[in-house]
């Protein structure tokens, strides 16, 4: 974040949101060195070279038979015979252990490495899978009788193939996923330099909270609780969906959640908590209280924590009123405390300022057009997502080679239903007026 005071832009489009989230935040490059299977989620630090050819050979491809193609051309050109005899056999961990002959042919299955001639010219080339051979037995000798029409250099995996001695195989910034994993293990990587994981603090404000977490520890609180709730116009407390939701998908990201609890309605508190967190964490992320209004302190106690708000408002449904500041050199991302705006805001905000934050590369989330599946009244000038499932055209509807967007779940950024079962969102552009059925409209996947 730049040193010197903004005047705070209202309402930002959802993309200048998502650049000034990027300018913000400044990666922390520290890195250690881990095991492999401690690996997955994390952020490479840097370049991963193969030291090897992968395949480290040739390899066969398919479980056939191998030969060079010039012979069996050779005896076609003078005799029509398309037939080898066999001299050997060759399996996967046991390649053939004598030199391969010229003028013959060697039963090997997938994954062998291909045998190697005396003369590098003789080397066998070509692999005719085993369906398409014959196998008689003639003067005491084994013979495979080929197909007629094989072509040269095929059913085996030349080596390098994948990925050659020297090559980069991961860049600096990679998110360590499974396959990554794979690879890293195929080249021989028993030990990965990658980012520092990042510690993700989250707390709720309000008043009206209750922690479900407590009837674990306290069930005799939680029945006092539930008794309450059941009592018409009683205490007015709901369970706080939002942290364990944070919880999941922080987790699911490949960081450390700190919870730091519900805060109740009070300033100091409030700021006290976020210092707390600030102190112990990378970043942290507040549910509730950023609205502005005279019970919302989640942005006055930014700047009584001694940090400083960097914009607060987008114009987008919902999430309206998240806002983004900094204490110290932590991150802080308010979010509105309706469940699905916490849904929303952390995958298309939060989540990407995450990851650079860590060192990874910026992944915009998937998207695609959609024809949606029915009509909606929509504001200009803002983006609204919608919670939908995706179903295939049916004839004769209009634009029928695309998915149908259908709304899952009723309307408002409180209905957490309409983000379960949910395919992804439906994201309608702020110069989109109200929708019809048939519009074009982008898709977001979960």
Known sequence: ????????????????????????????????????????????????????????????????????????????????????????????????????????????????????????????????????????????????????????????????????SGETALTKGTYLGSAEIGLAAAIGQHTLSCMKTLRIGILSNGEELHDISSALSNPHKALEAKEAREQPGAAGHIYDSNRPMLNSLVKNDGYIVHDGGIIADHPDQLTAAMLALTEACDAVIVTGGSSGGSEDFARTAITAAGGRIDFAGINIKPGRPFAAGMIDQTPIFCIPGNPVAVFVTYRLLVAPALRRLGGGKPKPPLRFPVTCGFDAKHKLGRTDFIRVTLARPTPPAKNQDLPVAIPHGRFGAGVLTSVTGADGLLEISDNHGDVKTGDICQFIAF
Not at 26 to 49: F, K, W, Y
Not at 77 to 85: C, F, G, K, R, T
Request: hydrophobic share 40%; aromatic share 4%.
């Open 1 to 164: 974040m730049t040193d010197h005071q903004e005047t705070l832009a209202t309402e930002l489009a959802l993309d200048a949101a998502q650049a000034r989230l990027i300018n913000l935040i400044t990666p922390i490059n520290q890195a250690e060195d881990r095991p492999l299977h401690l690996c997955h989620g994390a952020i490479l630090s840097q370049d991963m070279v193969s030291p090897i050819n992968m395949p480290p050979s040739d390899t066969a491809a398919v479980d056939g038979y191998a030969f060079r193609h010039a012979d069996l051309m050779a005896k076609l050109d003078h005799i029509s015979e398309h037939a080898l005899p066999i001299s050997g056999k060759a399996h996967a961990g046991h390649p053939l252990t004598h030199a391969f002959i010229p003028e013959t042919a060697i039963y090997i299955t997938t994954g062998t490495p291909m045998p190697v001639a005396a003369n590098p010219d003789h080397n066998p080339d070509t692999i005719a899978m085993q369906e398409h051979c014959e196998i008689t037995e003639r003067h005491g000798k084994t013979w495979v009788t080929l197909p007629k029409q094989i072509k040269p250099n095929i059913n085996f995996r030349p080596a390098g193939e994948n990925i050659r």
